[in-house]
């Protein structure tokens, strides 16, 4: 199973580390993990997709409350959360391929980023499981190099994950 | 007050109320070593003569003092030859603050000369580490250090200080608080769990209470002890919880484990409820944990919520400080009988007839029998690892007030020593004896001098069976008997080595002298040292 894990840290050199570290030495599977400031100067947020039973997700999150620049960590429920995830490719596409891409794109809600004779570069923000169609549909089309960021994610409505005064 | 970050430190240890310091001095922490010299009244600095054992005196000396203990070393080689001392000390929670040197802040991860990332080393097994940039921080970062050390669930903490920063002047003032907002130790236990838990113990047949090394972090032996008198009910330690029950008391059934006595294990596959306090039930105690929480309800008090269902699920976990869970169990907790459930368990007690040794040896548990009957009652048993640490767990029956401390979780050959050093010196006026092989014993005898030099008379048991006991029985009974890279042909003669440091030894080799050499380490108030030669293929159990 996939979770989605909030956590708020101390903008501190280091903390990355601590934190891969941990999931390395545990055993604990990332997907993704993906890092940046939040509104509040002093923290960051960082928000991992792992992968494992009830019982991992557990333990990833009472060992992540365990290091000291940790501040908080929450599991988001699928369903009560809101997530993105930002993909970009470069596909290698001669001029006689070039519309069949643009329908695709134009489909998928993907973006145009750039254009040469020989190649066009596409950004899609979306959900993981969008992103990983999107990768099938563009597979065909000779993928010279794709990047994602790693999904990000925030609770639905007015709820909110901050840290106590 | 405006000084160098060299002598803020020194004023830090100071304000914490640091007596003595283990440590080991190089390039990279001289300025500190010139600052603290001005405090030569205050702090003693003890020179151990490798920084592992630097740690492992500290280990020693905060299992008896109850507070954080201090040790230094300086970059690069140093700072790496502590990472063992504290990891031994990750693995125990035990609370030392150790103080590195490191390269000048310039000069960071450029390998220069001694430049060792030993925050990124000690990662793994540390409380917490701070790589200290700016000098200004020095006074909260030791505030922190200390407290993290010592509170919550303890354990070591790192503090890595360039040269540069401990040569840079800063205006010192020690915070008197401090606040993490990451660090909020949980202490008071749920209310209304702590009551279902003492009704679960209340309803039960068969409880059982099991002692791990978090009642002596919380300082937490009365409570458990009174619990266990009020409502009568059995109770067996893990190696970490040796000591907070003497072996003299009738509730009480021995170690668990791997190792541990018959009693124990009997006691934990027949009980209906298991009452586990400060004990992470690690592999070594419990073998089958998923068999256990199936058969048995289990209850587990511990301050680190991560522990509570990760080796063993808990019908009722409860996180909190043992002390202060105990006192709310004890207000409310009304007087029990379970005889029938202890004169079950006393028919699997062990009986105390020690078979005969051959010629020239003597029987370990016989030895470890008698040391006990002989030694006060306050004496601390600092034992090493292998088939002596077990000979010493099982065999040296502790009374009331005496202490038994080891290298339980990383099972650290060479602690012995060391930490007994820094358990004399918490407190002087009890005898302190080791009991090592002669394996362990030839990872810290260096540590010899360091007692002389301090006159630190702690008592030295080296059981000597010329082999790596414990992993040549392995051999014998894992790997038909194929003994390998087990033998420890070419030691000194221990009696001349002794000699040697000019410290008084004893060679036992028969009952008689057994009698003696005992006498002799009670008697002695200075650094000695017994040899007792045992059977090459002795066991363990
Ligand atoms: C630093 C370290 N290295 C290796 C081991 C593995 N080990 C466990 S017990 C043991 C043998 C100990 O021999 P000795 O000190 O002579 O004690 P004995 O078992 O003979 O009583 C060894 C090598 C260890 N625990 N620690």
Redesign the interface.
């Known amino acids: 199973m996939k979770h989605t894990i909030s956590v708020l840290v101390e903008n501190h050199s280091g903390v990355l580390s601590r934190i891969s570290g941990l999931f390395s030495r545990r055993g604990f599977n990332i997907d993704s993990l993906a890092v940046g400031p939040t509104q509040d100067p002093t923290i960051s947020r960082i928000t991992i997709i792992a992968d494992g039973n009830e019982y991992t997700v557990e333990q990833i999150e009472k060992q992540l409350n365990k290091l000291v620049e940790v501040i908080k960590v929450k599991t988001l429920e699928k369903d009560e959360c809101l997530a993105r995830e930002l993909l970009i490719a470069k596909l290698s596409v001669p001029a006689d391929k070039r519309s069949e891409v643009m329908t695709i794109a134009e489909i998928t809600g993907a973006k145009v980023m750039d254009l040469t004779l020989t190649t066009m570069t596409l950004e899609l923000c979306d959900t993981y499981s969008h992103l990983k169609r999107f990768e099938e549909i563009i597979a065909p089309y000779n993928v010279i190099e794709l990047v994602r960021t790693g999904t990000i994610a925030i609770s639905k409505g007015a709820d909110t994950i901050t840290a106590k005064k | 007050m405006r000084m160098t970050a060299a002598q803020a430190i020194v004023e830090c240890l100071k304000a914490e109320n640091i007596k003595v310091v283990y440590g080991y001095p190089g390039a990279a922490i001289c300025p500190f070593y010139d600052a603290l010299l001005d405090a030569k009244d205050d702090i003693k600095h003890v020179l151990v003569r490798h920084e592992a054992n630097g740690g492992h005196a500290a280990n020693g000396y905060a299992r008896i003092s109850g507070k954080p203990a201090v040790c230094i070393a300086t970059s690069g080689p140093g700072a790496v030859n502590l990472v063992t001392a504290i990891a031994t000390a990750y693995a125990d929670s035990i609370p030392i603050v150790c103080i590195t040197g490191q390269v000048n802040t310039d000069q960071i991860g450029r390998d220069v000369f001694q430049e060792a990332d030993i925050?990124?080393a000690a990662?793994?097994f540390v409380?917490?580490s701070y790589?200290l940039s700016d000098p200004k921080d020095l006074p909260r970062v030791f505030k922190e250090a200390f407290y993290?050390a010592g509170t919550g669930r303890p354990g070591p903490v790192l503090i890595d200080i360039p040269m540069d920063v401990q040569k840079a002047e800063i205006d010192f003032e020690y915070p008197e608080s401090v606040s993490?907002?990451?660090?909020k130790p949980s202490s008071k236990g749920n209310y209304n769990q702590i009551k279902r838990v003492l009704s679960a113990l209340e309803s039960a047949e068969k409880p059982l209470i099991c002692i791990g090394g978090g009642v002596f972090a919380s300082n937490a032996q009365n409570e458990i002890c009174k619990l266990a008198e009020i409502m009568q009910i059995p109770v067996i330690t893990t190696m970490m919880g040796i000591s907070v029950f003497s072996d003299e008391n009738p509730l009480f059934f021995g170690m668990l484990g791997m190792h541990g006595v018959a009693s124990a294990n009997r006691a934990v596959n027949d009980c209906d409820v298991l009452f586990l306090v400060g004990a992470r039930v690690g592999d070594r105690a419990v073998r089958t944990p998923l068999t256990l929480e199936k058969t048995t309800k289990i209850l587990h008090i511990d301050i680190?919520?991560?522990e509570i269902?990760?080796n063993v699920g808990a019908d009722y976990p409860l996180v909190g400080d043992a002390k202060l869970v105990l006192q709310d169990m004890l207000q409310m907790a009304k007087p029990m009988e379970h005889k029938e459930w202890i004169n079950h368990l006393n028919l699997s007690k062990a009986k105390k007839d020690f078979d005969k040794a051959p010629e020239g040896t003597v029987n370990p548990r016989e030895f470890m029998y008698k040391l006990s009957k002989t030694m006060p009652a306050n004496t601390i048993v600092s034992a090493d690892v292998g088939q002596n640490q077990i000979w010493a767990a099982t065999g040296y029956k502790i009374k009331d007030g005496g202490r038994f401390i080891t290298s339980g979780g990383m099972g650290t050959m060479g602690y012995s020593v060391p930490a007994a050093i820094g358990a004399k010196m918490a407190a002087p006026d009890r005898p302190v004896v080791v009991i090592c092989g002669d394996g362990s014993f030839q990872m810290e005898f260096m540590e010899l001098a360091t007692a002389i030099q301090h006159g630190v008379a702690i008592k030295i048991v080296v059981m000597t069976n010329n082999r790596l006991g414990m992993v040549r029985e392995l051999q014998t009974n894992g790997y038909n008997d194929r003994q390998t890279a087990v033998f420890l042909d070419g030691s000194p003669d221990f009696i001349k080595l002794a000699n040697a440091y000019g410290i008084k030894s004893y060679r036992v080799t028969n009952d008689e002298t057994m009698d003696e050499a005992i006498d002799m380490l009670k008697n002695s108030d200075e650094l000695c040292l017994i040899e007792v030669v045992v059977d090459k293929m002795a066991k363990t159990l």
């Open positions: 925050t990124g990662e793994p409380k917490h790589l993290i993490i907002r990451g660090y680190d919520p991560a269902g990760k």
